[in-house]
């Protein structure tokens, strides 16, 4: 729902950041947009209103060698400043646990692309963006435990990016 609720934050900038990196064994994503995802994080807010979303892996507290996919929202992004809004933290939400690694890609319409929001990318959307995780699935034997990855995989599309970033 965050994705497809994206939103260009102004003409020259459309403060949607993507990229992939390679890990030890799994690649490592990180994702920055602005979206009117509806997601009231305050009483005083309504649902419309702007909202900065990160999603990011993380160390799992609660185990050491474990990681986590986490949701960060800040309320009404107000400069094109990445440095002052990541000021105001907002809140964070941990989403799944077990996450091994995940992987970004960016549909411009001909082409997809392992990063978006430098260069040519920074003044649009994407046209969609695929979403792939790799899971711990722990296989009990009769001795000991394994971590078996398993991968899923979703595309989203990104209504509000039309030719030039935004809908006719």
Do not use: C, M
Not at 37 to 45: A, D, H, I, K, V
Not at 50 to 78: K, M, W
Not at 96 to 107: A, E, I, K, P, S
């Amino acid at each position: 729902d965050d994705l497809q609720a994206s939103f260009p934050f102004a003409p020259d900038n459309s403060r949607f950041v993507g990229t992939t990196s390679r890990g030890q064994q799994f690649p490592e994503a990180f994702l920055s947009f602005v979206s009117l995802s509806g997601l009231s994080l305050t009483n005083g807010s309504h649902a419309g209103d702007g909202y900065e979303i990160e999603y990011e892996l993380v160390p799992d507290p609660r185990a050491a060698s474990a990681r986590q996919l986490v949701r960060r929202a800040r309320f009404a992004p107000t400069t094109l400043d990445s440095a002052t809004n990541r000021a105001n933290e907002g809140e964070t939400w941990p989403l799944l646990t077990g996450v091994q690694g995940w992987r970004l890609r960016f549909f411009d319409g001909r082409a997809w692309h392992d990063e978006w929001g430098k260069d040519q990318t920074s003044t649009k959307l994407p046209r969609a963006v695929e979403v792939e995780l790799y899971l711990v699935r722990k296989k009990v034997g009769a001795r000991h435990q394994e971590e078996d990855p398993v991968t899923f995989s979703t595309l989203v599309d990104l209504p509000l990016a039309g030719p030039g970033g935004r809908k006719p």
